[in-house]
């Protein structure tokens, strides 16, 4: 048997013209039919990880005599795809794909959860992220059943990385909350004139966004719970007030994601808030995006070495943290090969698990940290690997073994507002549509912050009631 692949380009281009022929081409036959095939759709689509997931196909195959047809498609090409080949009946068996995709297809009754459900029992829900579980699984908003929609794989979260020579140098202890965060990027702008913290901070965009409820979810505030708004509580008006002072911390203006990247490279600002992406660019493993701070250019690997990082930050009402971040699933579609789904999922979250999480290892923390036998096996092993496009250093050695044990506390804290709750699909539509980031101007020009989450929570009203 040999594995067939395509690159992304041409299955776009097919999806565009003959969407049928193409679901036709990578999808499943008919449960009646025999097959040695199995296709699997990932969003993971350069050439270099598409090569790297035909690897763990490749021992798939040796292992089990089932050939795995890797599909490279994004997100948007994936929902596309999957609503069409469900009409016509052809789909793929395997589709790695975002929380929120998973959910959003489960309630269309686009999936076989009953596989989904089956894998996760064989491995053990207990050797899964809680959250992660959480995020894929979809509430009846009628009868409140709970229905587990595909099986947690890897994801991303958002954390702080600080110098630990520019806080030392203005006097401020690390933050552990965003109370202290604030009161720290605010002391750091007075006493040395640098940027206290960069991040997403633009109204109106998509980094504004994600900035918006990265802070306020770590201040404990919370855009909906079971069904009712609540971005007009007190814990949000302080959450806003907390993001204005931050903001406020800048001595450049408003940031973008790349532009508050930028800034902590070039050592303009004293924090960063960002993705675990940033982990191989402090440490000059990405060419494309180098390190530029003056004390770089003798040492490229100084931001590493003067870095610190804050994975979790503890919400000031003592409940359970909730972090801004990425998870990606396992679903496999109605009427796809369910057995051999089943076999290739429990394949790459076990014995293929290593190889699948170095794909992209800054960004694919393992949500199963181990095994019933050795509970952190996964997470361990994710230290160990090579990161960055030259994979040359593994997590732990540039940065330790207590910053992989932090990674994994920051992962079981990835939270999303709505995830795992029937307020779901309200809540994606908040981010998609930018909703919150439309109120920072008035917030920014002075506007009691308690305003402003009013205003907030009148327009994700109105929004609601648009459903």
Partial sequence: MHRRTRSSAVVVALLAALPTALLAACGAPSQEEETGTLTFWTPQTTPERVAAQEAVAARFTEQTGIDVDVVPLAAADQDQALVTGAASGEVPDVILAGASQVTSWQAQGLLDTDTAQAAVDTLDPATFNENALGAVTAQDPDTGESTLAAVPSDGWVHLIAYRTDLLDEAGVEVPTTVEELADAATTVKDE?????????????????????????????????????????????????????????????????VESARAAYLAGDAAMLLFS???LDELANLDEAVPPTCAQCADDPEFLAKSSGFITVLEPADGGEPAQFGATLAYAVPAHAHAQEARQYIEFVLSEGYADTLAVATEGRLPLRTGTPENPTEFLDAWGGLGFGPKVQSSVAEVYGDDLVTAMGEGM???????????????????????????????????????EVTRQMAAEVTALQQDQ
């Fill in 192 to 256: 040395l004139g640098v940027t206290g913290i960069a991040l997403g901070t633009q109204p109106g965009t998509a980094s504004g966004t994600e900035g918006i409820e990265s802070v306020f979810q770590s201040a404990g505030c919370r855009l909906v719970s079971d069904g009712a708004v609540t971005l007009d509580s007190p814990e949000c008006a302080e959450a806003a007030g907390y993001f204005k002072e931050l903001r406020d911390s800048s001595v450049a203006g408003d940031y973008d």
């Fill in 276 to 278: 675990t992406h940033i």
């Fill in 412 to 450: 079981t804290a990835v939270a999303r507002w709505g995830q795992g709750t029937p307020d779901a699909t309200l809540a994606g539509l908040v981010a998609t549509q930018g909703t919150l980031a439309q109120q920072l101007e008035p917030l920014y020009r002075g506007t009691d912050p308690a």
